[in-house]
């Protein structure tokens, strides 16, 4: 069997690659705001369970109602 | 890291005191007929390196590793399992976790998929769309990923449910002032609009017009004025208070929406709690939990039987979570309830009572649609205060849609007769004003607060619902890539073991409309289907194992560190050519990996073999069991080696040999009857035998002028010695008889030399008939024509030299 031919990726684990498109797909969403994203960026980089920085910043952009749990 | 020894006592089909079975750096090949004790052992391996089971598919009415693991007339249970990397050995203990160098490697092989039984054969290729993608879930290995697709759903769930409550909330003031002012169920409800209509009526009246909501304060004022000055009759009054009443009426837009949303939530109740299990307590669950894992409970504390912790606290940790989602999706459902019960009530009370005043006072009948729509709004309200499912509130949805779209007739009717009341017409101009007005001063201010509100959630659900859009795409595309490969690495398995054949090209495809769910679909002579549709039992069979062996594969790929296989009699429906390419492919693609096999299957044992050598690969024959001994050990030589060894003849003794030669004269026989499509006598009702297929072939063999150049006198020897087969047994008789050794030995040459003649050991199959005038094996490299060219060189061997 060629092994050539198969095209997954096998250095990095399927989480960090849907991941990685995840970030790729938001990031070139042009209706997505700019501080949303960011806020998304901060929630994966400190894993936050609740979204703590999205919530935040979504409550903003919509005029301050509350984004409930 | 590989497996050196096993040694179980107690286990299953294996007594207390059973020897160790030494396992070779490349595996071991383990026959024995059913029944035999093969399986114990794999039973054995795969508890010591995971601590648990697959032996049973449900663990469930009694049927459980954790009481059937022990022999039942064993004292105790144990094994114990040596595993060496090499330099340094260590031991694996039934009781006891592993030792922490290997612990690492028994957590990879705990979530790895290294054994395959029979019964998991067609698991995948039969299991439903989301079955499959469950099985496929853990190898998946997208655990951190779908933990963040999870806060994103219930993000967006939670902002979606506040909105629902809140449309439900202001459904009834927008529908009071879209009757009010004559506006479409698609028209914005904007102030401009509102007071554009308002000032259309006070032009008519000569009242100053409206600029904003203090203004109204003032024309509403002088509507009133003009209308006390005004003495209508009864009749107009009534007609009027009639017309208010309709123009207050709802519409049923809103709640079929709003109804929809709850079959959708009811929808997930019942997925969520269609897993036949029923609601625990969680706190009661997580508390037992607790104690098995805290205590290592290896017993039931109330049963006092043995019991598997690690697997009861996994099974407990799934109901957990199972009824944590079950509760959150019950909690919201209960919420849409409630909020469209509390809505409709009002509006089945408002349509009851308008229908009760149009019949006291008006002697024009309503038309029938609004009694129909009053019966339906009862049976709603009912329903929303007793069970309902999912498809029920789905069929509510429709229904209310096929109500009126709007009241227009009731008040153009309603109209019509107020007109030809006296000075009707300014009147009716009055009334409106009126109405518009009350109905702004009474409703916009709350209106506009909550649609503003209303507003800010519709924009925080379009971006939570997109943003989770995006998570569940990026999923599917790794899903996809990674079932790519594997659907790749399974093609080209299936292709090695099915030359030629082209029939089940296969691909696994994510559903796109669907969460969680993968097809699998062959392609049968430009026809892509489902594989049940068109394959074959044995091919499915072979699908099935080739996509097992691609995930082995794969996860092989990702993670070296484990390298392990395990088949436990799994090509029951697989003829023997197709055998020996399963084996060539194992030789092939899992020379890196340790292979333990186990077969009922004498000829696949020996075809294992000749493809893998006894190179670091231990062979291991049952030929018995019984219940105080266990598995009996036999000889490890199959019946071809035996008979192709002449040197063992002697050794193995006459009747071992005799036996030998009656199986593999049959064995034969079949495969060359098939390959060479000679043509046998019918029968219906027993097996053919040597007696049925012998002299046909033995025709056929004589009249292929190079078969018979080759190998001038084998056919007339078979045929002198005939009557040895009878003897020593033409269909697994045990002891021969009426046989000299020295005849046996004869007639064992001379199936020596019937194989050799046959059988290609470069293409691993035996000749077969190609065109009218030549067998040959699959590449050529062993051939006989009908006339044969002096000049060709054909392998001649003899079984003497």
Redesign the interface.
């Known amino acids: 069997?060629?092994?050539a031919?198969?095209?997954?990726n096998?250095t990095t684990?399927?989480?960090e690659?849907?991941?990685t498109?995840?970030l790729q797909?938001?990031e070139s969403?042009p209706?997505?705001e700019v501080g949303?994203i960011d806020s998304?960026k901060v929630d994966?980089a400190e894993n936050s369970?609740?979204?703590t920085a999205?919530?935040k910043v979504?409550?903003k952009?919509?005029?301050?109602?509350p984004?409930?749990? | 890291m590989r497996l050196s020894k096993i040694e179980a006592s107690g286990v299953r089909g294996i007594p207390n005191g059973w020897p160790s079975l030494p396992i070779g750096e490349r595996g071991l090949i383990l026959y024995g007929p059913n029944g035999t004790g093969k399986t114990s052992l794999v039973d054995a391996i795969e508890f010591l390196i995971t601590r648990r089971s697959t032996l049973f598919a449900e663990n469930r009415a009694g049927v459980s590793w954790a009481i059937g693991r022990q022999h039942v007339q064993a004292r105790r249970v144990g094994a114990n399992l040596t595993v060496s990397n090499g330099a340094t050995t260590w031991d694996i203990q039934f009781d006891k976790a592993p030792p922490l160098p290997i612990a690492a490697w028994c957590e990879a092989a705990s979530s790895s998929s290294f054994l395959l039984r029979r019964y998991m054969l067609l698991r995948f290729i039969e299991a439903a769309p989301k079955g499959r993608y469950e099985q496929l879930e853990p190898f998946l290995n997208l655990k951190d990923f779908i933990e963040l697709e999870e806060r994103l759903s219930s993000t967006t769930s939670s902002i979606d449910t506040k909105r629902s409550v809140l449309k439900a909330q202001i459904a009834s003031s927008t529908q009071a002032i879209r009757n009010s002012f004559d506006l479409s169920h698609t028209e914005p409800v904007t102030l401009v609009d509102i007071l554009e209509k308002i000032n259309a009526k006070l032009t008519v009246l000569g009242v100053t017009k409206c600029t904003d909501e203090a203004s109204c304060e003032d024309a509403s004022a002088s509507v009133r004025e003009i209308l006390k000055s005004e003495k209508p009759s009864e009749k107009y009054l009534s007609l009027m208070r009639l017309r208010h009443a309709v123009q207050q009426l709802s519409t049923n837009r809103i709640y079929a929406e709003l109804m929809a949303q709850l079959s959708s939530a009811l929808q997930s109740v019942e997925e969520e709690s269609g897993r036949e299990r029923k609601l625990a307590v969680i706190e009661l669950l997580e508390s037992a939990k607790g104690v098995i894992t805290d205590n290592e409970l290896t017993e039931c504390p109330v049963c006092e039987r043995p019991i598997d912790p690690i697997a009861i606290a996994d099974r407990l940790q799934v109901r957990i979570d199972e009824n944590i989602r079950l509760t959150t999706f019950r909690e919201d459902a209960s919420r849409k309830r409630k909020a469209i019960q509390q809505l409709m009530k009002s509006s089945q009370t408002a349509l009851a009572d308008l229908i009760s005043e149009w019949q006291r006072d008006l002697t024009e009948p309503m038309p029938d649609v609004y009694r129909e729509e009053s019966t339906l709004l009862t049976e709603i309200v009912e329903s929303l205060g007793s069970f309902l499912t999912s498809e029920t509130a789905a069929s509510y949805a429709r229904r209310l849609l096929e109500t009126p779209e709007n009241r227009d007739d009731l008040i153009i009717l309603l109209d019509r007769l107020a007109i030809s009341e006296e000075k009707g017409e300014t009147r009716l101009v009055l009334s409106d004003a009126n109405v518009m007005l009350t109905t702004f001063s009474a409703q916009w201010s709350e209106f506009s607060k909550k649609q503003a509100q209303l507003d800010r959630l519709d924009y925080q659900w379009s971006v939570a619902d997109r943003i989770h859009g995006h998570a569940i795409d990026s999923r599917k595309d790794v899903v996809q890539e990674l079932l790519d490969g594997i659907s790749l690495i399974a093609n080209d398995m299936y292709e090695f073991i099915h030359p030629a054949e082209k029939i089940a090209a296969s691909k696994l495809a994510v559903r796109p409309t669907e969460d969680g769910s993968v097809n699998l679909h062959t392609e049968f002579y430009g026809k892509t289907a489902p594989p049940r549709l068109h394959l074959s039992e044995s091919h499915l069979d072979t699908l099935g194992l080739c996509y097992f062996l691609a995930l082995r594969k794969t996860e092989a790929l990702a993670d070296p560190s484990f390298r392990l296989l395990i088949l436990d009699d799994v090509l029951h429906s697989v003829d023997a050519d197709h055998r020996v390419r399963v084996a060539q492919l194992l030789k092939k693609e899992f020379s890196d990996h340790q292979l333990i096999i186990t077969t009922h299957d004498e000829i696949f044992f020996g075809r294992l073999r000749a493809a893998l050598g006894s190179n670091s690969v231990e062979y291991q024959k049952f030929h018995g069991w019984d219940i105080i001994r266990g598995p009996i050990s036999g000889d490890k030589t199959s019946d071809i080696d035996l008979i192709l060894d002449k040197s063992l003849h002697t050794a193995a003794g006459t009747a071992t040999l005799a036996a030998a030669c009656g199986r593999t004269f049959e064995w034969l026989l079949m495969q060359l009857t098939e390959n060479l499509q000679v043509a046998v006598p019918a029968r219906f009702s027993r097996p053919h035998d040597i007696g049925s297929m012998w002299p046909p072939l033995g025709k056929k063999l004589k009249s292929m002028k190079g078969f018979v150049a080759a190998h001038p006198n084998l056919c007339d020897d078979i045929d002198v010695h005939g009557w040895v087969r009878n003897a020593v047994g033409a269909h697994y008789n045990e002891t021969a008889s009426n046989a000299t050794p020295s005849e046996v030995r004869d007639f064992a040459l001379l199936l020596a030399q019937l194989y050799m003649a046959t059988y290609c050991t470069t293409c691993d199959g035996f000749i077969a008939k190609s065109g009218d005038e030549r067998w040959q094996c699959v590449e050529g490299c062993h051939s006989y024509a009908m006339r044969p060219n002096p000049v060709t060189t054909l392998r001649v061997v003899s079984a003497q030299a």
């Open positions: 069997m060629n092994l031919l198969i095209t997954v096998m684990t399927p989480s690659r849907a991941f498109k995840f797909r938001i969403d209706v997505l949303i998304l994966l369970a609740g979204l999205f919530r979504l409550q952009e919509s005029g301050n109602a984004v409930e749990d």
